[in-house]
């Protein structure tokens, strides 16, 4: 990661709930990551740690009226969602066999952010949809501090 001048260290708390089926999971990251402002957007970038190996890049792009969360992966899965509170929006899941057309449906969005010291609080529960077959109920809560 490169630090520019408005860049900010910080260690980011992430929980991700899935539900797909009848069957639940979570996972739990912290991480290190970077915070820059830019204009009026937040942009916070980390890397995805599974057992003790970097396995993916994480930009998560903040701004007033919705979320962009971008991942992608060693394996050659690449994802780019948008969160609207109360909204779809349709995005294409990059696979190694090829992309996947899904639907993100924003159920409800939370952002808090304080400046001094900085520090943010996002919340993000959605599903996703291929079509008109639900694929799973999701819950992310992210907590970001310097």
């Known amino acids: 990661m ?7 260290s910080v260690v980011v708390d992430l929980t991700t709930y899935i539900k797909q ?10 991480e ?3 915070l820059v402002n830019v204009g009026d957007k937040t942009y916070l970038r980390f890397k995805e740690t599974q057992k003790e190996e970097k396995v993916a890049s994480v930009t998560i792009k ?13 394996m050659g899965h690449h994802s780019r969602l ?14 190694p066999y090829g992309p996947i057309k899904l639907a993100v449906n924003t159920k409800d969005l939370l952002y808090n952010y304080q400046e001094s010291p900085q520090a943010g ?5 959605y599903e996703l949809m291929s079509g008109n077959m639900m694929i799973g109920e999701y819950k992310m809560e992210l907590h970001f501090s310097a």
């Not at 490169?2 to 900010?8: G, I, Q, R, V």
């Not at 609080?121 to 529960?125: A, C, G, S």
């Open 2 to 8: 490169n630090l520019t001048d408005n860049s900010e």
């Open 21 to 30: 089926d009848d069957e639940s999971e979570k996972f739990t990251f912290r």
């Open 32 to 34: 290190l990551g970077t």
């Open 62 to 74: 903040i701004s007033d009226d919705h979320v962009q969360l971008t991942r992608q992966d060693k």
């Open 82 to 95: 948008i969160f609207a509170d109360k909204e779809q929006h349709d995005t294409i899941y990059q696979t």
């Open 121 to 125: 609080d996002l919340d993000i529960k």
